[in-house]
């Protein structure tokens, strides 16, 4: 990145001044190459095409017998069998007729396939409806798809139907867009881990639990979680640790206090700061530097904060690198409680969205406004950010605002 | 399940009886106690209650000084630090301050907290603000939360910002809703796995790598995959090895067809059939059975119509089992291509949905009709179900239907 272009560090920047610097300093993997049962939801990488023609014979769809047009009405003979993997010489010929079983090759002079529901059955005779269409329950050879034809391209997300055309092309690993890996260091020499008992003035760690649970929710598996106390060298090491990683989050020490080393270590670690400080709340004190291809993430420690900086920047980050559209599209929504702007900051609202009513796509919006951006109670049902811009005057309930959802959340009941 | 209540075998049912039978079938099972990092998502089993006051101490939210009000303009002796983590007796008095960190707990004494940026500092001294608020810049004890407070109830989803309050109060492991575990076994002595070449009549195996990436999607992690051919013995052997899995998906095999053998074997397995066959396109053959608490399900052999049985069923059942809403609210979309319904049945189409504008929460919805039942080529961009009511005359473009998404797809742009 051009250092002309960056905004000067310790002048706080807009949130989407930040978002675009963020993206912008994304890096995009070379593809990898993985088995069928983990690319679903990945980016394919590749061309996949038709290795033959699908179905690769005409195919009965349905049980029951193949035959000739001209025996509609007649009585005749069931000469032999054609299951599911086998192929059957003996050709149909007027006057008689193959049981046939769905999924089978059709064998050669069958016109139609009739419904074993359809016909009469005595002994080794049927007799057969009065009309029988030509090619009924008979998928032609090719008529799904011609061999050699592109049937999944570069960028198309794998869904499982194309995880199912994959694998029927007879691929047992494909090329897609990597996840990237990620490490997470918190810091504080305040903090305890959650299973132990603080001492006076210590807290326990909640951002680190917060985090990984955020980064397996976006499907990456094994995030490391590593803790340091505020010591220049702890936070060093920690880092030459994850120097390997492709998206490093360090929560807390990234404030102006004496103890906030981080804006420090990261320039000795050989990073170079992108932005320091977001015109936002929570979240202003964030800080992203670079280091080669590797995106560092200093998240404030209020872990509010912490929680809508993943969201908002980070998440946006990995979508990019997993090769998707990094921004999700903002859903509008009634506000259902009056709002209060923050001067001259966007205000991200931790919220919770839910239907107006079951026949329409109206949402209503219900505020979790936290007492401070370290108050995780108040907002632990949120499912979504509103975004409300810098402002004075109170939005009353009933205006609209717009919302994102948040994490890789299933869509909401 | 009385059986009196049952509908006759063998006699379709409607899709929405069919459902109800599934969710009337499923057992909830005992709750189990998870680690934090593998709770994200699922249901919380137990009451939360905060273990103390949060915060528990006075709680200075910026860098600054910890002050007297009276000495508001004056300028004053910094007479000592406190860092987070660090408890200081020191008290504050007139006339003098002490710096402290974003985090830290205010010493006794303390009024208010004044921002770093807000003082002109020299040696020694610190020149305070014309105007100091009481109580600015300090979180008091208990303000987030108090101590004995019911924080997360039974039922909650536990979200990251959960997992955090979950980490704050000191537990390590929680009691949530347990996920199924659940096995696939694939049968058809036509199949071959995907790296195979099929010989002539034969096809891969599509509806394993796509029904393991269903299960993936919905955050069940491991789910076994069996293939067997179509023997009897093979497959109530493989019924044997997964006794003891929540939920069964079988493949293949349920159709009439004198292979089809998964009734029986069910039968000999000691299952008692729930429902056999559906009035809808695709996937008419469903047959749905319980064994104890285990659901059995003999999913059609056609991949759509397998696929279309895993979304509206068994989805259905893994997250009522998840103690999840079962069904998903369906959403209304304007048709862009006509629909030909079909006749005393209904037809569960395969779409692409996005939105119909950046503004507004309103949803276009594009038709995929595959060619057949076995088309996952055509279908393979999907990401709902459109539900078209049985009837005979075409619903032109335009028209509303409704559709649900298809799996745990995060909200698509």
């Known amino acids: 990145m051009d250092s002309g272009e960056l905004p000067p560090l310790r002048r706080m920047i807009d949130p989407d001044a930040a978002l675009r610097l963020v993206l912008k300093s994304v890096t995009r993997h070379p593809p990898q190459r993985l088995p069928l049962h983990e690319i679903c939801g990945l980016q394919l990488a590749e061309e996949i095409r038709a290795d033959r023609d699908y179905p690769p014979f005409p195919r009965a769809m349905m049980d029951g017998y193949a035959v000739r047009?001209?025996?509609?009405?007649?009585?005749?003979?069931?000469?032999?069998?054609?299951?599911?993997?086998?192929?059957?010489?003996?050709?149909?010929?007027?006057?008689?007729?193959?049981?046939?079983?769905?999924?089978?090759?059709?064998?050669?002079?069958?016109?139609?396939?009739?419904?074993?529901?359809?016909?009469?059955?005595?002994?080794?005779?049927?007799?057969?409806?009065?009309?029988?269409?030509?090619?009924?329950?008979?998928?032609?050879?090719?008529?799904?798809?011609?061999?050699?034809?592109?049937?999944?391209?570069?960028?198309?997300?794998?869904?499982?139907?194309?995880?199912?055309?994959?694998?029927?092309?007879?691929?047992?690993?494909?090329?897609?867009?990597?996840?990237?890996?990620?490490?997470?260091?918190?810091?504080?020499?305040?903090?305890?881990?959650?299973?132990?008992?603080?001492?006076?003035?210590?807290?326990?760690?909640?951002?680190?639990?917060?985090?990984?649970?955020?980064?397996?929710?976006?499907?990456?598996?094994?995030?490391?979680?590593?803790?340091?106390?505020?010591?220049?060298?702890e936070i060093l090491q920690a880092l030459n640790k994850v120097a390997k990683y492709d998206i490093v989050l360090l929560t807390g020490g990234v404030s102006v206090g004496n103890h906030d080393l981080v804006p420090r270590v990261l320039q000795d670690f050989g990073a170079e700061a992108v932005f320091y400080k977001v015109r936002q709340k929570p979240g202003k004190p964030l800080l992203m530097a670079k280091r080669g291809s590797q995106l560092l993430f200093g998240l404030p420690g209020n872990p509010l904060a912490c929680h809508l900086c993943f969201h908002r920047y980070v998440a946006a980050a990995i979508r990019l690198m997993e090769g998707k559209a990094p921004v999700l599209t903002p859903v509008s929504a009634t506000l259902m409680a009056a709002v209060q702007p923050k001067k001259g900051k966007t205000y991200f609202l931790a919220a919770r969205a839910d239907r107006a009513d079951e026949a329409s796509n109206s949402w209503r919006l219900h505020p979790l406004h936290g007492v401070s951006s370290a108050d995780v109670f108040t907002s632990s049902k949120a499912n979504c950010y509103a975004e409300v811009p810098p402002g004075c005057s109170e939005i009353p309930a009933g205006e609209v605002l717009l919302f994102t959802w948040i994490g890789a959340a299933p869509w909401p009941n």
């Open 69 to 233: 047009v001209a025996d509609a009405a007649a009585t005749i003979e069931v000469v032999g069998e054609v299951a599911a993997g086998c192929i059957v010489k003996t050709p149909v010929r007027e006057g008689c007729c193959l049981e046939i079983m769905t999924g089978a090759p059709c064998p050669p002079g069958t016109e139609a396939v009739v419904q074993k529901e359809h016909v009469r059955r005595s002994g080794s005779q049927v007799t057969l409806p009065k009309e029988i269409k030509p090619g009924c329950h008979i998928a032609p050879r090719g008529s799904e798809c011609r061999g050699g034809v592109v049937v999944l391209r570069p960028g198309d997300t794998i869904t499982p139907l194309a995880t199912a055309v994959i694998a029927s092309t007879g691929l047992e690993t494909v090329l897609v867009t990597r996840r990237p890996s990620l490490a997470v260091i918190t810091t504080g020499t305040e903090l305890v881990s959650p299973g132990s008992e603080p001492a006076p003035g210590q807290i326990r760690d909640s951002n680190g639990p917060m985090l990984v649970a955020m980064v397996r929710d976006l499907r990456i598996e094994k995030p490391l979680h590593l803790h340091v106390s505020d010591s220049e060298d």
